[in-house]
């Protein structure tokens, strides 16, 4: 099993280191463009989520983002510091209304849910842990 691990800031100027770390480890583990393109876009609207939502009243002040890759499987781990949300228990967005009439927001944890197989949540003391599951299997040629 092989994983990495990358601390960022509670800072949106992080989500182009984010994108290099998901980048490599994709190219590392022989994964498939698709694959790493989406698992980034997951990781980017959860890492903007925690960043923007999470880090009310200066809470935030580091992001844990951790890969890790088994035969079948593609983790990712992300753990801040913020304030305690669960994005399991969010409500899914009403796709069929107009956009006049949509809300703002809920559509990334929307994205989230949809790019990958399984998102749970933990709160463990004052720290916020999401599991993302990606099945994967690595690219032919």
């Not at 998901?22 to 925690?50: C, K, M």
Request: proline share 4%; net charge negative.
């Amino acid at each position: 099993m092989a994983e990495r691990h990358i601390i960022l800031s509670g800072d949106l100027t992080q989500l182009e280191k984010l994108s290099r770390f998901v980048d490599s480890f994709g190219r590392e583990h022989d994964l498939p463009t698709p694959l790493i393109f989406e698992l980034n876009l997951a990781l980017d609207e959860l890492v903007t989520n925690i960043i923007t939502h999470g880090s009310r009243g200066g809470d935030l002040s580091w992001i844990s983002v951790s890969l890790c890759r088994t035969e079948e499987e593609l983790l990712a781990v992300v753990e801040d510091d913020g304030q305690a949300f669960d994005p399991c228990q969010a409500e899914a967005p009403d796709l069929l209304c107009s956009l006049e009439e949509r809300c703002i927001g809920g559509l990334g944890i929307h994205l989230v849910r949809n790019l990958t197989d399984a998102m749970c949540y933990e709160r463990i003391g004052d720290r916020n842990r999401i599991t993302l599951v990606k099945k994967a299997k690595p690219s032919c040629g």
